[in-house]
């Protein structure tokens, strides 16, 4: 059975979603990610503005404002319960992986 689009997000999802806690551009996500990972997460140009259509369609992001080509987003309340969901997850597996090591 495959599994709902957005149930667990990619690194790259889950860096723009939090990018997008604060409203910007495409470019201001490209520059953010690889600033925040300590150039351990990139997200490549085509990758960004395909999640950002699909974030939008799903209704996880909006468009704030439209500068010629340049668009700018916003989390929307759903985007900001996946990321927050997503955020449990990631600490659930931080903590079995911990547990399971004897690191309590």
Same mark, same amino acid.
């Given at each position: 059975m495959p599994r709902a689009k957005f149930q667990t997000l990619t690194e790259q999802m889950f860096y723009i979603l939090l990018c997008l806690r604060e409203e910007c551009c495409g470019m201001d996500i490209l520059d953010k990610v690889p600033a925040m990972t300590e150039? !351990?997460?990139?997200?490549?140009? &085509? @990758? +960004?503005?395909? +999640?950002?259509?699909?974030?939008? =369609?799903? &209704?996880?992001?909006? *468009? @704030? $404002?439209? *500068?010629g080509r340049k668009r700018s987003? +916003? +989390? @929307?309340? $759903? &985007? !900001? =319960? @996946?990321l927050d969901r997503e955020y449990a997850r990631i600490r659930a597996q931080a903590e079995d992986y911990r547990r399971y090591l004897g690191e309590e």
């Open positions: 150039n !351990r997460v990139n997200v490549g140009s &085509g @990758t +960004l503005y395909n +999640l950002l259509e699909q974030f939008c =369609d799903a &209704g996880m992001i909006r *468009e @704030t $404002k439209v *500068e987003y +916003l +989390l @929307t309340d $759903k &985007g !900001r =319960d @996946t």
